[in-house]
């Protein structure tokens, strides 16, 4: 992707990365791709108004589904920006890292999950417009609210593929995953969820740094598209970020660390493995709260539907321990207290909720 001149949204090599991006989708048996136009008008970094496409890729269930299963999503941003000059759509913008990360990422998670089973539908998505405000994940959230997408989860993976900086800060052992405190989705769950499931069953030598905030100081991302319009989004990217080289000429291959690049990419491929074979979430999750040295747990199950029991204390921000606790529609845990854990319920690979 970094062999174009750029790939700005406004510049005409665009279409051409879209149509590569879509033919990579297409190689994909059974990939259902939709190359969405939507227009972008003229702004700080737009010199006009013009129609613009982003690349959508749908995996149908291939194994039995549930009712209504949600939509797993994960995607990266094709577009790539150089502000070092006045002249943003012509000039050198090799985006290997921001984002020809994210997009390496995303084709890779949607071969191999091509080829797995999965009882939720797959969403891959290759935005465009990143750079000039999210406006392709802006563009696609706003559809799917309109359209009454069930979107389950969306993970953003954005500048994922380097591990060290200019200031000799190097770390290849760990991603950050944003979160917003945003009690309207549950997009800080999720990431727990990922944070938990890396250390279960991530890549070797991989771990979460959960950051509890929508995104970095002064930056964005097409998470932030999703949970405008309410629906459970996250954030991923690597913890030594060299700024130097985002939005410049120096954003080269030769600065993407591949095996770090690679965890990263197994992470997204797990975390959507597991979501999209999960049964649905379990509902009415409570505790009860009488007075006793038990916590007690009950939720309406779903016949069939495998559980866990996850439980942390109130300062700790990951699930620290859980039992798997099979077919059923309560838990109780002798001696251990109520008030001072946090206990959640998940069905087997879903989104832990909360008991309350
Ligand atoms: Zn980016």
Known sequence: MSSWNTRNTSSPELFEVADWVADQFRSIPTAQVEVMHYKIVQGPRIPADKDVVEVLATFPPNVQ?????GIVAMGGHMDSINMTGTDVFTLRAPGANDDGSGVAATLASARWMAARPHSHPLLFIVFSGEEQGLLGSEALAARALKENWPLEAVLSNDIIGSSENLAGQK????????????????????????????????????????????DRFGRGGDQ?????????????????????????????????????????ARLNA?????????????????????????STITWTAVPGVKYVAYW?????PTWDHFKEIGAVDHVQFPMLSKDDNIFAIGSEGGIPVEAR
């Open 270 to 294: 797990i975390v959507v493995d597991s979501l999209s074979n999960a049964g649905p979430a379990p509902t009415r999750v409570r505790m009860d709260r009488r007075q006793n040295h038990d």
């Open 171 to 214: 770390d290849s052992g760990h991603v950050r995953v944003f979160s917003p405190d945003n009690s309207k989705t549950e997009s800080r769950e999720l990431a727990r969820y990922i944070e938990w499931l890396c250390r279960r069953k991530g890549p070797h030598g991989l771990r979460v740094n959960l950051v509890f905030r929508e």
């Open 65 to 69: 589904a549930g009712v209504q299963p």
């Open 224 to 264: 932030s598209s999703f949970l405008k319009y309410g629906f459970t989004a996250v954030r991923l990217v690597e913890v030594e970020e060299e700024y130097a080289h985002e939005h410049t000429p120096n954003d080269l291959p030769q600065f993407v660390d591949y095996d770090y690049l690679s965890k990263n």
């Open 312 to 316: 942390r204390a109130t300062t700790s």
